[in-house]
């Protein structure tokens, strides 16, 4: 079955760098784009970015431009995101999900469970 | 970007019918999705194209479209449905995702 298991949260000081992992498996991960997509503790979900299956595209989110970069490693099942130059407003769950690749806009059909970020000093 | 506006709460009875709306001026050109969210859990989708079911999904959910409002319905609701209920929708240049500020479904 499709599984997504993101990695790499944890407590980070501000003004600092983190890289978060999610190991796909389960399905052809260099045939589906990817995003990821954050949610602040108490709050809803925000996109955050995607990249196109074979990593030719991404887009991001005005809120994180030029700080969060989204990338992939299609020969590891593996799709990262880099985050510098962090600030408290980045706290968050941070969940990858898999894009359905059907026409007509992007959509999100599986999840991980996502991975914390804490940014605090 | 744009935005899509969601009632933040709803409230129902066992067994009656939930209708959660999900308002955006993109809406009559762009497809609306539904995600579910149970706490401590990864949202789920429940509707797909503005009214499609994905498999595993139960029947007593579905989904409707009228300009620029999309609902989802629930019949029936069940006290497992309670949950957090977010629309999503995408602009049509294939650049962005947008969610709804979600709707808190309280079954009484």
């Known amino acids: 079955q499709v599984q997504l298991v993101e990695s790499g949260g944890g407590v980070v000081q501000p003004g600092k760098s983190v890289r978060l992992s999610c190991a796909a498996s389960g399905f052809t991960f260099s045939s589906y784009g990817m995003h990821w997509v954050r949610q602040a503790p108490g709050k809803g979900l925000e996109w955050v970015a995607v990249i196109w299956s074979d990593g030719s595209n991404k887009y991001y989110a005005d809120s994180v431009k030029g700080r969060l970069t989204i990338s992939r490693d299609n020969s590891k099942n593996t799709l990262y995101l880099q985050m510098n130059s962090l600030r408290a407003e980045d706290t968050a769950v941070y969940y990858c999900?898999?894009?359905?690749?059907?026409?007509?806009?992007?959509?999100?059909?599986?999840w991980g469970q996502g991975t914390l970020v804490t940014v605090s000093s | 970007s744009y935005e899509l506006t969601q009632p933040p709460s709803v409230s129902v009875s066992p067994g009656q019918t939930a209708r959660i709306t999900c308002s955006g001026d993109a809406l009559p050109k762009q497809y609306a999705y539904w995600y579910q969210q149970k706490p401590g859990q990864a949202p789920v989708l429940v509707i797909y194209k503005d009214n499609e079911r994905p498999s595993g999904i139960p029947e007593r959910f579905s989904g409707s479209s009228s300009g620029t409002t999309v609902t989802l319905t629930i019949s029936g609701v069940q006290a497992e449905d309670e949950a957090d209920y977010y629309c999503q929708s995408a602009d049509s240049r294939g650049t962005s995702v947008v969610f709804g500020g979600g709707t808190k479904l309280t079954v009484l």
């Open positions: 999900a898999r894009d359905s690749g059907a026409p007509g806009g992007y959509y999100l059909d599986c």
